[in-house]
């Protein structure tokens, strides 16, 4: 299958402004772009495309950084990617690795991060998720728990919003149900880190609010990184990766050095049909 996905944004600043943007498909899925990428970064004042420059993170990451001009720019982009059209990928069986086993780069992912406070957690994660079965059940039964007591709200999307937070005020949005998930399977000394990207209405019925970037996690088990999704709790297709990181303040999809106002955002996801 095919999937189109995109996004039309612009930001205003009143001043020369440094920016950072992760706003495209993972350098993973490059093999899969049929078109694209058609990246056009213009001014809103003038109409002239704003040079910018390509660079790998430390995470491995696709990030441009520019400068907005004063004024404020238009980021355009529309990509068509080949997916296998298959439900992430499920292992019951995957059990967890003991923290001496893990290889060394895996512990950056088990720590306390900016918005993932597994030192707070710690004490009720294990009172929560220590008697159940470690591995694949233990993760599914944090995701379980995250989706049962945390309301999704738009309305109520802070992006200041901790994992602690949110186990206290039992609300948020994709993110804030990604970090809690993260940081209790932290507290749980399995590896997780942070997911964003595209997923569209794919297989499922048509959430009529309006497109957005969506955020999931990746949980380190039997030797491998496997993808959860405590928002939706379940075997999505379609899903085409933008950036991982320990939390969203390593890949924040767009990062200004100065004050921005966001004036539009649209985000495109859809099954290409022949």
């Avoid at 497109?211 to 491998?224: K, P, R, S, T, V």
């Amino acid at each position: 299958m095919e999937i189109r996905c995109g996004y039309r944004i612009e930001v205003v600043c009143y001043q020369p402004t440094p920016t950072i943007l992760l706003l495209d498909p993972h350098p993973s899925r490059d093999a899969d772009i049929v078109s694209g990428p058609n990246s056009v970064v213009t001014s809103l004042v003038d109409g002239w495309n704003v040079p910018w420059a390509e660079y790998t993170d430390s995470f491995m990451n696709r990030c441009r950084r520019l400068v907005v001009p004063p004024g404020g720019v238009a980021f355009k982009n529309d990509i068509v990617v080949r997916d296998s059209g298959a439900l992430d990928y499920v292992d019951y069986n995957a059990q967890e690795v003991f923290p001496g086993d893990l290889p060394s780069e895996m512990f950056q992912y088990m720590l306390a991060s900016r918005y993932c406070e597994v030192d707070e957690l710690l004490t009720t994660a294990w009172q929560l998720f220590g008697n159940y079965a470690p591995g694949w059940n233990r993760v599914q039964q944090i995701c379980n728990f995250v989706n049962a007591h945390i309301r999704f709200d738009y309305q109520c999307a802070r992006n200041t919003r901790t994992a602690a937070q949110v186990m206290n005020e039992r609300v948020g949005v994709c993110r804030d149900f990604t970090h809690l998930a993260v940081a209790l399977c932290r507290c749980m000394n399995i590896p997780a880190r942070y997911c964003n990207g595209f997923l569209g209405d794919i297989g499922v019925p048509r959430d009529p609010a309006p497109m957005d970037y969506n955020a999931w996690f990746e949980a380190y088990l039997a030797g491998q990184w496997f993808t959860f999704d405590p928002r939706h709790n379940m075997p999505r297709i379609g899903r085409i990766l933008v950036a991982r990181g320990r939390d969203a303040a390593d890949i924040p999809m767009i990062h200004t050095f100065g004050p921005h106002i966001l004036q539009k955002f649209e985000v495109i996801t859809d099954e290409v049909w022949a």
